[in-house]
């Protein structure tokens, strides 16, 4: 702890069982006041649970032993290229030190450049989405205490003992705590403060004032607090404590709602496309007035964040990256624009054209930090778990065995079976169920990722939808290089077109789309459904939340078999008798929305993001790596 303390190395290799020490304890305090620094984990007695807890506390990689040198130096040099990707502690970053989207608001900036140049605690209010956090980090890299790490601490969801522990220090001293805690003061960003319990409100509030508590109960650093709501409203209703508002409210920084300050969306959407193509892989991207004046009139409930998700979402999808046309927003903005349905009518007329254009260039993504989720699986029933990884630009998506560090590249080459479920295998490692995650590292363009997981992936309610917040959590970072989409050129297919038979076929589009009809017994009967991809938002609202599905006496026969172990009432809807069994489906064809997440989990086993158009008939997993092989052996990319 010394030697981090005097000189903090780029890279530590810690083993969890030190003796005399607690090694998960050292992790979090390492990531805690040094959070710079890359951990890498070793353990020879590793289980899911302690990968899954070093990597939540900030873990680069989680090493079982025995480990073989090659492994080792490969985990480093990962680690290591990560870490050049980000900034480190002091440095400055290299664009303004105010984000563009509140260098033309006048009180908005003072108020930053007013708060940098003090010490006292800074509140910051505004909508979901208004930048509240882009606020407090532009503050902070501006002020004297820029070298002290900033620990953002969400109050709804953190638990109190963990925001205590960090705002005052943990009762149970531990030393290797102690001497890190002399090392410097720490600024602490509270989102969401409403939700703080009222308890640590009055410390909190105690420990502010001036003549502050015992010396053990003030609170040593900045602090940087956020909310959505008005708290003056829940102080007169007694929900929010009257002198914690009094103190933050001192240096408050309101953040309109981008609705009022419309006039510089044309300024704010210029900026984020020069952003976009400023290395010069792309030329100079415009708008057509038509459409800017479309994004113009557009309440944006979700504001700046929501304008941003928006814009990538156009550059995803459309047709020519050069020029972005009406045609290339989202429907509610093609609607909103023409209410005599001109937009629609041309709409339409887009969707009947075959696909000439180029496939399109997008910048690699991968996530900013390691995530975890724990589950059991579908079919083994056993204790299961993911952790997710960032990775170079490159890399790809690639499953890693928890245990034996083997990898497997998410690739049509490695698939094992497609019974039941999709299965990946290369060498003595296999991993079974991935489809669900596959469908939304897809949807979300997530290109580079290790997934280090067991056996099987956990199943969780038996959709997709607790996977987008998984990723939605590690936040998104861009990378420099760029990927190209596959285009399909002309129609291929797989399967017998017999009536009755299983069939799957794929033509050109200009937007991936997926259409199954489906005719099953009762209580599903014949059902329909078109997807069309729009972004990642329409996939977490159609697709993600629909679930596993299967028949009474199919159960029955798969549990026979070793299959579905782990279905149970709250994963998996169960039919028979004509009837849902044991849930209420979150939409009326919510089966037929499963098999299209299915499909488009499937597909991204091309390594890249699909254009094209794909209709299936009572296809399953074998039929749709079957037209992938089909694709893949006919169509240059």
Not at 53 to 77: C, D, H, Q, V, Y
Request: hydrophobic fraction near 35%; charged fraction near 25%.
């Amino acid at each position: 702890m010394e030697i981090i303390q005097s000189d903090p190395p780029d890279l530590v290799l810690l083993d969890i069982w030190l003796p005399g020490m607690d090694g998960i304890e050292v992790l979090k305090t390492v990531k805690t006041y040094y959070p710079e620094i890359e951990v890498l984990v070793m353990s020879g007695h590793g289980t899911i649970e302690t990968a899954v807890k070093a990597t939540k506390l900030g873990a680069s990689n989680f090493i079982e032993k025995p480990f073989s040198i090659e492994n080792l130096i490969l985990s480093i040099e990962s680690a290591l290229k990560l870490k050049k990707n980000h900034p480190r502690k002091g440095e400055k970053d290299q664009r303004s030190d105010i984000p563009f989207c509140f260098e033309m608001m006048v009180e908005i900036k003072k108020a930053i450049k007013n708060a940098s140049r003090n010490n006292r605690p800074v509140l910051v209010l505004g909508e979901t989405g208004t930048g509240k956090e882009l606020i407090v980090q532009s503050i902070h890299r501006q002020s004297k205490k820029s070298d002290c790490p900033l620990i953002k601490l969400n109050c709804l969801a953190r638990p109190m003992q963990s925001i205590q522990s960090q705002l005052f220090g943990s009762q149970k001293s531990h030393s290797s705590n102690t001497a890190l805690a002399a090392a410097g003061e720490k600024n602490i960003y509270l989102t969401n403060i409403d939700s703080l319990s009222k308890g640590l409100q009055e410390k909190l509030a105690q420990a502010l004032k001036s003549d502050g508590l015992k010396k053990k109960d003030a609170f040593a650093g900045r602090l940087f607090a956020s909310c959505t709501k008005d708290l003056n409203a829940l102080v007169h209703r007694n929900q929010f404590n009257k002198t914690l508002y009094e103190i933050l409210h001192e240096q408050a920084i309101e953040i309109p709602p981008l609705r009022q300050y419309a006039e510089n969306i044309p300024a704010l959407i210029n900026t984020y496309f020069h952003e976009y193509t400023e290395n010069g892989v792309s030329s100079a991207i415009k708008i057509d007035e038509e459409a800017l004046a479309s994004l113009c009139a557009y309440e944006w409930p979700g504001n700046i964040k929501e304008l941003r998700s928006i814009l990538e979402q156009i550059l995803i999808i459309g047709s020519s990256r050069d020029r972005i046309t009406l045609q290339e927003l989202p429907p509610i903005f093609r609607r909103n624009k023409n209410k005599n349905g001109e937009a629609q009518i041309e709409e339409i007329k887009q969707k009947d054209k075959v696909s000439t254009s180029k496939p399109q260039k997008f910048r690699q993504r991968t996530l900013k930090r390691s995530v975890v989720l724990c589950g059991s699986g579908l079919h083994s029933g056993i204790k299961t778990g993911l952790i997710l990884q960032p990775l170079p630009p490159g890399s790809g998506v690639i499953f890693g065995d928890i245990s034996s560090g083997n990898t497997i590249p998410a690739l049509l080459e490695n698939i094992e079976s497609t019974e039941y479920s999709t299965c990946l295998k290369k060498g003595a490692s296999s991993v079974a169920t991935i489809e669900h995650i596959m469908a939304v590292l897809h949807m979300y363009r997530i290109t580079n990722l290790l997934i280090k997981i067991g056996d099987e992936a956990p199943v969780m309610d038996g959709s997709a939808k607790d996977f987008c917040q998984l990723i939605e959590d590690g936040e998104f970072e861009e990378q420099e290089d760029y990927c190209e989409e596959i285009v399909i050129d002309r129609v291929y297919s797989f399967g017998s077109k017999e009536p009755g038979a299983a069939f799957i076929t794929i033509e050109p589009a200009e937007r991936l789309t997926v259409s199954y009809p489906m005719d099953y017994p009762e209580p599903l009967g014949i059902q329909d459904f078109t997807y069309t991809f729009e972004g990642s938002e329409s996939f977490k609202k159609e697709i993600a939340p629909a679930r596993t599905f299967g028949f009474l006496e199919d159960v029955a026969q798969l549990t026979q078999m070793g299959f579905g172990t782990g279905g149970k009432l709250d994963n998996f809807i169960l039919l028979g008798d004509g009837k849902v069994l044991n849930t209420k489906l979150r939409y009326e064809n919510e089966c037929v929305r499963h098999k299209v997440l299915d499909i488009i989990g499937d597909f991204y086993l091309m390594g890249k993001p699909i254009r094209g158009h794909i209709k299936a008939r009572k296809s399953g997993h074998t039929q749709n790596i079957g037209l992938l092989n089909e694709i893949n052996a006919n169509l240059s990319f």
